[in-house]
């Protein structure tokens, strides 16, 4: 929607002009610009920490520990895709696709 304003004087026409609204309102306006912050404080790696805390002094600083689990959806699709790979040569040009199991 674009809304346009006049400006008369003395009753003429002497200006007018257009600008479109915007497609989002203030509040999902707010919700991107804190997603935004959000991220930016993110550290670039890609470990979902805050980049203040992973590259603060070791002493002082938060501690960290790592841990793992096994996606088992991607496990599937990779025993799935191996499994293909050894039978045929049209393996490699397989488009694959991962869906949960009665949910």
């Known amino acids: 929607m674009t809304v346009t304003e006049y400006e008369y004087d003395g009753g003429r026409l002497v200006r007018s002009?257009?600008?479109?609204e915007s497609e989002w309102d203030q509040r999902e306006q707010a919700?991107?610009?804190a997603l935004a912050a959000y991220r930016a404080e993110l550290?670039?790696?890609g470990c979902g920490q805050r980049y203040?805390?992973?590259?603060?002094?070791?002493e002082g600083g938060p501690q960290f520990v790592a841990s793992r689990v096994v996606c088992r959806a991607r496990l599937a699709l990779l025993?799935?895709?191996?499994?293909?790979?050894t039978q045929d040569i049209v393996g490699g040009a397989r488009l694959w696709h991962v869906q949960q199991i009665g949910g």
């Open 31 to 33: 919700w991107v610009a």
């Open 17 to 20: 002009w257009s600008q479109p």
């Open 52 to 58: 203040a805390d992973v590259t603060s002094p070791e």
């Open 43 to 45: 550290c670039p790696c």
């Open 79 to 85: 025993e799935a895709q191996r499994a293909a790979e």
